[in-house]
């Protein structure tokens, strides 16, 4: 599969932002989709997930409460709304999507979009 991340940007505290994973090539609907967080000098984290079936979604602790994930399978699009950010959520956001287990574990991955990068000025 690859991915095609988009909708970062510069928002203000408070602000809200959208990102869009756009998916293409054979059998991604049996990929888990997950969005990651890396801050600069720390490890990628897992902020959200989802499949294409089902209701069931993850959303991080760090971020429950205020980040929404949610897909478009006619649009082959898992979409990361942000609202209420906060300087701290500052970082590059990735999309990733493995077939088997190991959803939080991003060395587990088989693909990965390019990073999209949000900064949120307090």
């Known amino acids: 599969v690859q991915l095609q991340a988009s909708g970062g940007g510069l928002v203000q505290a408070g602000g809200s932002l959208s990102l869009s994973c756009v998916v293409s090539?054979?059998?991604?609907?049996?990929?888990?989709m997950g969005w990651f967080r890396q801050r600069p000098g720390e490890e990628r984290e897992h902020l959200a997930g989802i499949r294409w079936s089902g209701d069931t979604t993850y959303v991080a602790d760090s971020v429950k409460g205020r980040f929404t994930i949610s897909r478009d399978n006619a649009k082959a699009t898992v979409y990361l709304q942000m609202n209420s950010l906060a300087p701290e959520d500052t970082g590059v956001y990735y999309c990733g999507a493995v077939r088997g287990y190991g959803e939080r574990i991003p060395a587990l991955y088989d693909a990965w979009g390019q990073g999209t990068q949000v900064t949120v000025q307090g």
């Open positions: 090539g054979r059998a991604f609907h049996y990929y888990y």
